[in-house]
């Protein structure tokens, strides 16, 4: 059964930080491109980041730039969103998404750099709360 779980979510004060993971099983994410969302209450599912397979390309949501870093564990089957100096607009329910990597390196959303909608995305975790607030 192929499976993304993601983790590491919490309650945290703004300023501070949090390291979601997101682990597969059933399969290897070797050879797909991982990525992001989020989606606040009322708001639409947006990406946040996501990281190629192949040549390791990491893109990033102007509103999250400088901030969160995404990476990749290949031994570990597993992809990492550190996110530092958190906002209380950062608050909402993360998931992460696998797109298979060589669709996703010959698509015009790649050519344009830009993560691409959630509906481009083939798996999904079933997300993990992240809350900003004092």
């Known amino acids: 059964q192929l499976q993304l779980v993601e983790s590491g979510g919490g309650l945290v004060q703004p300023g501070g930080s949090l390291r979601l993971s997101c682990a597969a099983s059933?399969?290897?994410?070797?050879?797909?491109?991982i990525g992001w969302f989020r989606q606040a209450p009322g708001k639409e599912r947006e990406g946040v980041s996501c990281i190629s397979s192949r040549d390791g390309m990491t893109l990033y949501a102007d509103s999250v730039k400088g901030r969160f870093t995404i990476s990749r564990d290949h031994a570990k089957n597993t992809v990492y969103l550190q996110m530092n100096s958190l906002k209380p607009e950062d608050t909402a329910v993360y998931y992460c998404a696998a797109a298979d990597d060589e669709t996703y390196r010959g698509s015009y959303y790649y050519a344009v750099e830009s993560c691409g909608p959630w509906s481009e995305y083939d798996y999904w975790g079933q997300g993990t709360q992240v809350t900003v607030s004092s």
């Open positions: 059933g399969f290897t994410l070797d050879y797909y491109t």
